[in-house]
């Protein structure tokens, strides 16, 4: 473990760190960027560095999105991602009572003990579940590819069908280039450069951050719409209690550990992200209350266990992607891109032959959790400035940095081409409600897919192919999973109307 | 009360001539290569097909809320910033990265509608300064 220590301490990796807690801060207070685009536009940035500065830059802007979303939540009543929805009920109120920097204090005392769970439950649960992974092969992995894709109908809100609609169009554009076991190559029309198939990154940009800045752009031109930045209230005061003493803490710590535990069990659950987190996370504290009747009129608690939970999803969602490739969240699934880019794959193997790289990255992520916390004490009162910055001054540089980005993979203009037309088509399947996230499952899991199947093909012998799938305990488990994955989004719809209902 | 033509309708009829042309395509490959290439297509023809049915029963309800999610009033500004970027990433492969940035910012932000000139310069300035840093010196990047 000194050794692990010692390679999170190096300057490059602390550099990454750093860049990646304040990026992922400020983008997270800009409503309307997200962890998502955040990770995708910074994937090109880390990929000339090493892969555990990367990987820990990549992380740390997963997490402290999270949090910088929950200032604008309180101090706006808008929340700057998803995950910061339940947070903006109480938190906001408390700001109209003159209470901004006690419902500020709670989320990050909730935020930071939130992320250090996720991470500690990362660093001991993924290796035992990576000692599962040993047993798979072929067969196995092609199950873990078709229940991988079937949680692509959790990812899809409310319409499933159009999650695996867009889901089968990653399989399609996973398919252009070189068949894996022929080497045929297929849909390339003769150019060299879809030999290799597209490029992720490009394509991840394209879908990711283009596509947003023209919906962005959409709503700029909408009669009433914010243009000069959120408008802050001049009579916000921030005065008054701000952290919780050593007392009030204890009082609150099994609020917090039970949040941070049903964070981490969500973040799990393939589809779950943050947004349900936190609404558990508040509905827990409500629960866990006597006096119910503050709650939606000003609760610290509310904002204490929303924030707690949403924060501890990020860390429960590295589980099954680091462990079996299967991403908890749309966030993860853009943030295994990045691992697989660096030579990182998913399963047993990252906690064996790469865990020199592995265990500096989960350290870096608790350590991202620590440093955010530190960061947003100092600067609480200060940061939310970075919200006044209007979307019309952001969205050029947004662009450049997608494209530039976009180039720096290959340093091919081609690979601009495809993210400029890969904004275009993500900016109509954004409108006509098809989800962007699951094309990333499709891409990278259809590969995997194909491949395990053609392995499984060779190795089954005389049998039949399900003859052969059926012997096999590992596919059994994971085949029974893929049935209860397909029944998982109409499963999460009740739950989470339930909790969002049950709280208004 | 007039009815407009679910978006769906259109969705799903997108989405069933796209898996036709690739499965089409795909027939022309050898037996193993193609097998995959089908399934998709198949599958996005079902898909399709559910989504165009689901659209043309919305289409031909009573809910009020069935309009289009595209208007062309402001459609129009999407389609001339996506030229804007598309110019930009033309002018990135013709006359390099750096100029091509010089001149895509301040048209973007004149576009967006900010006026100081100020402002569009030292954002512009600034936002190049960073990434010659960045990439040239930081990351030994060459750029286009």
Same mark, same amino acid.
């Given at each position: 473990?000194?050794?692990?220590?010692?390679?999170?301490?190096?300057?490059?990796?602390?550099?990454?760190?750093?860049?990646?807690?304040?990026?992922?801060?400020?983008?997270?207070?800009?409503?309307?960027?997200?962890?998502?685009?955040?990770?995708?536009?910074?994937? *090109?940035?880390?990929?000339?560095?090493?892969?555990?500065? %990367?990987?820990?830059?990549?992380?740390?802007?997963?997490?402290?999105?999270?949090?910088?979303?929950?200032?604008?939540?309180?101090?706006?009543?808008?929340?700057?991602?998803?995950?910061?929805?339940?947070?903006?009920?109480?938190?906001?109120?408390?700001?109209?009572?003159?209470?901004?920097?006690?419902?500020?204090?709670?989320?990050?005392?909730?935020?930071?003990?939130?992320?250090?769970?996720?991470?500690?439950?990362?660093?001991?649960?993924?290796?035992?579940?990576?000692?599962?992974?040993?047993?798979?092969?072929?067969?196995?992995?092609?199950?873990?590819?078709?229940?991988?894709?079937?949680?692509?109908?959790?990812?899809?809100?409310?319409?499933?069908?159009?999650?695996?609609?867009?889901?089968?169009?990653?399989?399609?554009?996973?398919?252009?280039?070189?068949?894996?076991?022929?080497?045929?190559?297929?849909?390339?029309?003769?150019?060299?450069?879809?030999?290799?198939?597209?490029?992720?990154?490009?394509?991840?940009?394209?879908?990711?951050? &283009?596509?947003?800045?023209?919906?962005?752009?959409?709503?700029?031109?909408?009669?009433?719409?914010?243009?000069?930045?959120? &408008?802050?209230?001049?009579?916000?005061?921030?005065?008054?209690?701000?952290?919780?003493?050593?007392?009030?803490?204890?009082?609150?710590?099994?609020?917090?550990?039970?949040?941070?535990?049903?964070?981490?069990?969500?973040?799990?659950?393939?589809?779950?992200?943050?947004?349900?987190?936190?609404?558990?996370?508040?509905?827990?504290?409500?629960?866990?209350?006597?006096?119910?009747?503050?709650?939606?009129?000003?609760? *610290?608690?509310?904002?204490?266990?929303?924030?707690?939970?949403?924060?501890?999803?990020?860390?429960?969602?590295?589980?099954?992607?680091?462990?079996?490739?299967?991403?908890?969240?749309?966030?993860?699934?853009?943030?295994?891109?990045?691992?697989?880019?660096?030579?990182?794959?998913?399963?047993? %193997?990252?906690?064996?032959?790469?865990?020199?790289?592995?265990?500096?990255?989960?350290?870096?992520?608790?350590?991202?959790?620590?440093?955010?916390?530190?960061?947003?004490?100092?600067?609480?009162?200060?940061?939310?400035?970075?919200?006044?910055?209007?979307?019309?001054?952001?969205?050029?540089?947004?662009?450049?940095?997608? @494209?530039?980005? %976009?180039?720096?993979?290959?340093?091919?203009?081609?690979?601009?081409?495809?993210?400029?037309?890969?904004?275009?088509?993500?900016?109509?399947?954004?409108?006509?409600?098809?989800?962007?996230? *699951?094309?990333?499952?499709?891409?990278?899991?259809?590969?995997?897919?194909?491949?395990?199947?053609?392995?499984?093909?060779?190795?089954?012998?005389?049998?039949?192919?399900?003859?052969?799938?059926?012997?096999?305990?590992?596919?059994?488990?994971?085949?029974?999973?893929?049935?209860?994955?397909?029944?998982? *989004?109409?499963?999460?719809?009740? @739950?989470?109307?339930?909790?969002?209902?049950?709280? %208004? | 009360?007039?009815?407009?033509?679910?978006?769906?309708?259109?969705?799903?009829?997108?989405? =069933?001539?796209?898996?036709?042309?690739?499965?089409?395509?795909?027939?022309?490959?050898? !037996?193993?290569?193609?097998?995959?290439?089908?399934?998709?297509?198949?599958?996005?023809?079902?898909?399709?097909?559910?989504?165009? =049915?689901?659209?043309?029963?919305?289409?031909?309800?009573?809910? !009020?809320?069935?309009?289009?999610?595209?208007?062309?009033?402001?459609?129009?500004?999407?389609?001339?910033?996506?030229? =804007?970027?598309?110019?930009?990433?033309?002018?990135?492969?013709?006359?390099?990265?750096?100029?091509?940035?010089?001149?895509?910012?301040?048209?973007?932000?004149?576009?967006?509608?900010?006026?100081?000139?100020?402002?569009?310069?030292?954002?512009?300035?600034?936002?190049?300064?960073?990434?010659?840093?960045?990439?040239?010196?930081?990351?030994? =990047?060459?750029?286009?």
């Amino acid at each position: 473990m000194a050794a692990y220590f010692a390679a999170l301490l190096q300057p490059d990796v602390l550099l990454a760190l750093l860049l990646g807690t304040v990026i992922g801060m400020a983008i997270g207070i800009m409503p309307g960027m997200g962890a998502t685009m955040a990770i995708s536009l910074m994937i *090109p940035v880390t990929y000339k560095m090493g892969p555990v500065a %990367s990987l820990v830059m990549l992380a740390s802007l997963y997490t402290t999105a999270t949090f910088g979303g929950s200032f604008t939540a309180i101090l706006l009543h808008t929340p700057g991602t998803s995950s910061n929805a339940a947070t903006a009920r109480d938190g906001y109120e408390l700001t109209k009572q003159g209470h901004a920097l006690e419902a500020l204090g709670m989320t990050i005392q909730g935020s930071l003990f939130g992320g250090v769970f996720g991470g500690l439950a990362l660093l001991f649960i993924a290796p035992q579940l990576a000692k599962l992974a040993l047993h798979f092969s072929g067969p196995e992995y092609f199950f873990i590819a078709i229940f991988g894709l079937t949680i692509i109908g959790s990812l899809s809100g409310d319409e499933p069908i159009k999650g695996y609609a867009t889901g089968v169009l990653g399989l399609a554009i996973g398919a252009v280039g070189m068949e894996q076991s022929t080497g045929y190559l297929r849909y390339t029309f003769g150019h060299l450069r879809l030999m290799n198939g597209f490029t992720m990154v490009p394509v991840l940009l394209g879908l990711f951050t &283009v596509s947003q800045m023209l919906v962005q752009l959409e709503r700029m031109n909408t009669p009433g719409a914010i243009e000069k930045g959120q &408008v802050i209230d001049p009579n916000i005061t921030f005065s008054g209690k701000f952290l919780m003493g050593p007392a009030e803490f204890l009082k609150n710590l099994p609020l917090m550990l039970r949040a941070g535990v049903l964070g981490v069990l969500i973040g799990i659950l393939p589809g779950a992200g943050g947004d349900i987190g936190s609404w558990v996370g508040y509905n827990e504290a409500k629960r866990s209350t006597k006096d119910k009747t503050k709650f939606g009129h000003g609760e *610290p608690l509310g904002v204490l266990g929303s924030e707690t939970a949403n924060n501890a999803v990020c860390g429960g969602a590295y589980i099954p992607l680091l462990t079996m490739g299967i991403p908890g969240s749309g966030a993860s699934a853009v943030l295994m891109t990045g691992l697989i880019m660096h030579g990182l794959v998913p399963g047993a %193997s990252l906690f064996t032959e790469q865990a020199d790289q592995t265990y500096p990255i989960i350290l870096g992520y608790i350590a991202a959790n620590i440093l955010m916390a530190v960061i947003g004490l100092i600067v609480a009162k200060k940061v939310i400035m970075v919200a006044r910055i209007p979307m019309n001054a952001i969205l050029p540089i947004v662009i450049v940095l997608a @494209l530039v980005g %976009s180039f720096s993979i290959n340093r091919s203009m081609f690979d601009v081409g495809v993210t400029v037309c890969f904004g275009f088509i993500g900016y109509f399947m954004r409108k006509l409600g098809f989800p962007t996230a *699951p094309v990333v499952l499709g891409i990278i899991l259809g590969k995997m897919a194909e491949r395990s199947l053609y392995s499984s093909i060779q190795m089954k012998k005389g049998a039949t192919l399900i003859e052969f799938f059926m012997g096999r305990p590992l596919c059994w488990l994971f085949f029974i999973l893929t049935i209860a994955a397909v029944f998982a *989004p109409i499963l999460m719809n009740i @739950l989470k109307k339930r909790v969002v209902n049950s709280n %208004s | 009360m007039k009815k407009h033509l679910h978006a769906d309708v259109i969705a799903g009829g997108i989405m =069933i001539v796209f898996a036709l042309i690739w499965g089409k395509i795909a027939l022309g490959f050898p !037996e193993i290569p193609r097998r995959f290439p089908l399934f998709v297509s198949v599958a996005f023809i079902f898909l399709g097909a559910i989504i165009l =049915i689901g659209g043309i029963r919305k289409t031909n309800s009573n809910d !009020e809320k069935t309009v289009s999610p595209i208007s062309w009033t402001k459609f129009k500004y999407v389609i001339a910033g996506f030229a =804007i970027i598309a110019g930009y990433a033309f002018l990135m492969g013709t006359i390099h990265f750096f100029p091509a940035t010089l001149i895509f910012v301040p048209a973007m932000m004149l576009y967006l509608r900010i006026r100081n000139p100020i402002q569009i310069v030292l954002t512009d300035l600034a936002l190049n300064g960073f990434l010659y840093w960045m990439f040239i010196i930081m990351l030994k =990047i060459k750029l286009p």
